[in-house]
């Protein structure tokens, strides 16, 4: 049985001050240390890395940009598997100007995305871990996941006509995953990965939009623009310029084969990732899967855009728990079948807001689909699915905060939210999105608030199924953390002394240490609270909860990513992520140099771990 309460969890740090120092800073007793940075060969045979040199066949066995989810799985005893996603480039920190044509940069983009399974190993300082150098006998399930790796589209969406394109006029075989934001490891040790932003790699280079496909018997006005995909959505990057397939007017479905939740098996680098069309298409923040006391197992998901909404899914089939790495193969096999059958839902929020002193109220969880049956009049199970977005605006879910990462407590089973921030929920307004109910009431939980403050800090949201249960259509709902400066009155800590608290700005990324603590990655705080974003621990239970306490600061310009606690809360891994992403910087003038290996930034991923005959005492 895995160890609990390790050091992670379980010790007391004295919280890493606000600053705005070019690096990675943790407590006193606690050390870190760079595990692969952005350029570092994952496959054998991966040239030295030289971003004034870069080819695309280099690129393909390189270590991708700006990593996002982060997620490890046990291989031996001192070995493990990391998989970490590559959300996006930004041509402008990585190259030197002039160095690269249009053209280069759209094809050196390409494949710098999607992901990376990368062997990594312990080492000395326990809770420290390093990459093992690629070679064909010592890392053979490393794997570089890019736009040349086919993934299966699974599900009811599967084939549809929606999906066809020139390429693949069966509708279910799509060339690579881009801007792979969060995610999530399953039970059976797959990893989850959310396609997020999608949009920004679709263009019309020829200024017209393709025709608006027919959907539920009529012209579906708002099937690209709902997503944001438009005429020049891909201007920054111009993909269309090397590959059509980015030129909505060569191929208007192009776009409807990304927005999807994947699922990569690292354990097999030869199998076949898969996209899952049950569980819709929209930004995927992320995905993140609870076992159901009656062995469903039960989705998560944000979907990542001012406004929009939360999802949850209920598989058809039960989990079996010997279907594990390590355990019955055949059973694995069969758990990875889960998501493609089931029940897909869309939460509608309600509440009484501040006034009795806490923002709480219910939840009811909205049917859309099954994998045979709609519940969206006049649609298809594949229209819903395809369409997801725009099915859901028919049945009047919440407008939500931006939700981001969405993740069940695996001690106390109460769902987490991160709703990171809403610029466009306009303090002392009645915007339209948000508006009063006939009983006075908003229509969304964050809504009270409003007036006072808009939501420029972002809010956690605890939810609590009815019974315990995940499966349940309802459950209740309470704002865990309205984050900000604590000395502003309008935050909230769970109801902990605010003089006691850590700052905090823009929660996005959730994780759980085996005690139940959440941990917090931030991503936007620099602007508001003139600090770097971080990493933070709170208890959610006992004398402490709320208690928030910065466990790690940020380099310059970098949002928290990952993070991912392992080992029994030995090691925390997380990712700083686009270092020296601030306004006018370069890669010829950058704003970070971190980890100062080079004189431009370089994205790493990072492990930190107490230091054994430091100072750290227990918590408990
Ligand atoms: Fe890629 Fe929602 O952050
Ligand atoms: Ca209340
Ligand atoms: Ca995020
Ligand atoms: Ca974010």
Redesign the pocket.
Known sequence: APVKGGPLATRAFRPVPPNTRDAVVVPPGFGHNVVIRWGDPVLPGAPAFDPANLTVDAVKKQFGYNN?YVGVTKLTSTTALMLVNH?YDDSELMYPAGRYSAEEIASLGIYTHGMSVVTIKKGKTPGSWYMVKPSATATPKNRRINADTTFLVTGPAAGSDHLKTTADTSGSRVKGTF?N??GGLTPWGTHLSGE??FNQYFGAPGGAMPANPTVAGAELANAYSRYGIGVNASDPRKWHLVDSRFDLAAEPNEPHRFGWVVEVDPMNPKSTPRKHSMLGRF?H?GANVTIAKNGKAVVYM?D?ERFDYIYKFVSKGKFDPKGVIGGSASARKANMKLLETGTLYVGKFSGDGLGDGRSDGDVEWIRLCTDTQSFVEGWSVEEVLVFTRQAADLVGPTKMD?P?DVEVNPVNKRVYVAL?NNTNRVAGTEDEANPITEAGTRTSPAAPLTPKTGNRNGYVMEITPTDGDHTKATASWNLFLICGDPESPETYFAGFDKTKVSRISCP?NLAFDSVGNLWIST?GALSPMGMNDGLFRVPVKGENRGQVQTFATMPKGAECCGPFIYDGDRSVFFAPQHPGEISGASFDAPASTWPHTNDYPRPSVVVAYREEGSLGRDTH
């Open positions: 996002d959300e801007n934001c969060a997020e932003n930004k923040e944000g990542d931006r981001e990171t996005d991503d």
